[in-house]
């Protein structure tokens, strides 16, 4: 069969697999070992290189699904975010990167480049004149983030990638709340895209696992860095990550598909004043995500009535579970001021447009009307 010719959920159960050709099981084996016989000069395979049996066989996995000719998988998706940055910015060089941001990467950015002498501006906004703006001579990489967390604002793709081009700059997306099954930027004209496989990837909330893919010359670029930061993922892991993504096709599908349903509930409902969603037909971005994403994705933020405690809310929930994490099969809530966000000042909430009251949704597979039911019955409990 031609590879070209697979079908997404085709490519999520099978490419990469590793036939067992021994005892002919449904799955790939784990090579668990770290130590491998010389089969010749050139392949010398060792975890931490990236290049056991299981690592390389579900990079290529990762590469097909995200359209890149090679793809490699790190211990968490901030090793992915710090060895992609380190690999194309040196001592004198300069980042140009998306406000809002993921907190994890600004706190990256904003503690570790001191150090190194690496130089950084933060956009103003996330139109594609702000990224103009930013950009210097020295300038190296550019780094975008749509959709954005907690707002879900959307960044024009093609218009960034373009921009970096056309300066000669390397553009490199985190990709992690669209997932490869929405959105695919490396068709759009993106050089590099990352994933916190932590979340849809993994899809289970029992992994943390990042992943990069891009040209075969850029992933080289990122290896040679990566093999001195050490922060390759142990081959259980990988394993368990070949797994989850045999379904991942499935379950992010059913996740949009629940978001935007509850968008819309959301959007009818009394007690709430304003649901973020790019799916939505008042969301300021819904024609540019509609030109860029193949659905909208499964997180949303709203905010409640002034009347109502978000707090309250979310402890009134019996279902869906208030929790940090995002992009599991169960449906989860935060207050983004109170967590994910809260390192930064009000004022830089303010800024940002994350008020004290906005609730993050990150919807699994449930039925809608479970959740549904669950969100009218904690509404009916706090409003007294
Ligand atoms: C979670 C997350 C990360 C960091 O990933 P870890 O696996 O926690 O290291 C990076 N970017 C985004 C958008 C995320 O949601």
Not at 53 to 70: D, F, G, V
Not at 360 to 379: M, N, P, T, V, Y
Request: charged residues 20%; proline residues 4%; hydrophobic residues 40%.
């Amino acid at each position: 069969m031609s590879k070209g010719k697979l079908g997404l959920n085709t490519i999520c159960t099978h490419t990469g697999e590793i036939k067992d050709e021994q005892f002919k099981g449904a799955v790939s084996p784990i090579y668990m070992s770290t130590s491998y016989q010389f089969e010749d000069v050139e392949v010398k395979r060792y975890p931490r290189y990236y290049n056991t049996p299981n690592q390389e066989y579900l990079s290529k996995k990762i590469a097909a699904l995200e359209h890149a000719e090679s793809a490699l998988i790190f211990g968490s998706g901030m090793a992915a975010v710090s060895t992609t940055f380190l690999a194309f910015l040196k001592s004198g060089d300069h980042l140009v990167i998306q406000n809002p941001l993921y907190g994890g990467t600004s706190n990256f950015i904003r503690k570790e480049f001191p150090k190194y002498g690496i130089e950084y501006t933060f956009t103003d906004g996330y139109q594609v004149s702000d990224f103009e703006k930013a950009i210097q001579s020295n300038t190296k990489l550019i780094h975008l983030e749509t959709p954005s967390n907690p707002l879900l604002t959307i960044t024009d793709i093609r218009a960034v990638a373009s921009l970096a081009k056309s300066n000669n700059i390397v553009a490199s997306i985190d990709n992690t709340f669209a997932s490869p099954i929405l959105q695919n930027p490396i068709d759009l004209g993106i050089d590099i895209v990352i994933h916190s496989a932590t979340k849809y990837l993994g899809g289970h909330s029992d992994i943390l696992a990042g992943a990069v893919a891009a040209s075969k010359e850029h992933i080289h670029q990122i290896w040679e860095v990566g093999i001195n930061l050490g922060g390759s993922l142990s081959d259980f892991m990988v394993w368990m990550l070949e797994r989850s993504m045999k379904t991942l096709g499935l379950r992010v599908k059913a996740q949009s598909k629940n978001a935007k349903k509850l968008a819309k509930f959301l959007q009818n409902h009394p007690d709430v004043e304003h649901v973020y969603y790019p799916g939505l037909k008042d969301h300021p971005e819904h024609e540019l995500a509609k030109s860029q994403m193949k659905s909208y994705g499964a997180m949303l933020s709203f905010e409640l009535n002034n009347n109502l405690n978000a707090s309250e809310f979310l402890n009134s929930l019996e279902l869906i579970k208030p929790s940090m994490s995002l992009a599991g099969v169960e449906s989860t809530m935060l207050l983004p001021a109170l967590t994910s966000h809260a390192l930064l000042s009000q004022e830089e909430r303010d800024k940002l447009g994350i008020s004290n009251g906005l609730i993050r949704f990150s919807l699994g597979i449930e039925s809608k009307k479970d959740l549904i039911k669950d969100i009218e019955q904690a509404l009916n409990k706090i409003r007294h």
